[in-house]
């Protein structure tokens, strides 16, 4: 049966167990129709636009 022959230091244990929890930025395109930082393939959180049609009703600057 095969064992350790050293003991795994806790910096290398820590550094194994650090590789699950990493978390990467989103990937964010500007929207084309305002020009807002949009996730892909997801409708415009200010414009509400998608494809070039509206799909999420938004608040106008008048009402």
């Known amino acids: ?5 050293r003991r795994t230091t806790r910096s290398k ?9 990493k978390v990467t ?3 964010l395109i500007p929207c084309p129709s305002c020009g ?3 996730i892909p393939h997801r409708a415009c959180g200010s414009c509400g636009q ?9 608040k106008t600057a008048g009402a």
């Open 36 to 38: 807002e930082p949009a």
């Open 25 to 27: 930025a989103p990937n």
């Open 50 to 58: 998608y494809k070039g049609r509206e799909v999420k009703a938004t």
């Open 13 to 21: 244990r820590n550094m194994r167990r650090a590789n699950h929890d």
């Open 1 to 5: 049966m095969a064992v350790p022959k």
